[in-house]
């Protein structure tokens, strides 16, 4: 296994972990979760906003994430 695709996993496993995440904290954010909108002082008609942000920005995270670790 080269230099090439050890980057390659681990840049891929890295992003995709950074994209489950944003996608979990936009499902706390929505739904309250230990008052995080409190925390983070987001208005509640703003938080549709920032979970759609979230979620697109996490789901394309995953998706290259996942082509990175499946490139041959």
Do not use: C, W
Not at 20 to 46: C, E, G, R, W
Request: charged content about 10%; aromatic content about 10%.
């Amino acid at each position: 296994m080269g230099i090439r695709r050890k980057v390659s996993i681990a840049v891929g496993l890295a992003q995709s972990i950074i994209g489950a995440s944003a996608t979990i904290f936009a499902y706390l954010l929505y739904h309250n979760f230990s008052d995080v909108q409190v925390m983070l002082n987001v208005s509640p008609k703003d938080v549709v906003l920032f979970m759609l942000v979230l979620i697109v920005f996490g789901l394309l995270s995953i998706i290259s994430g996942l082509f990175l670790l499946k490139e041959e």
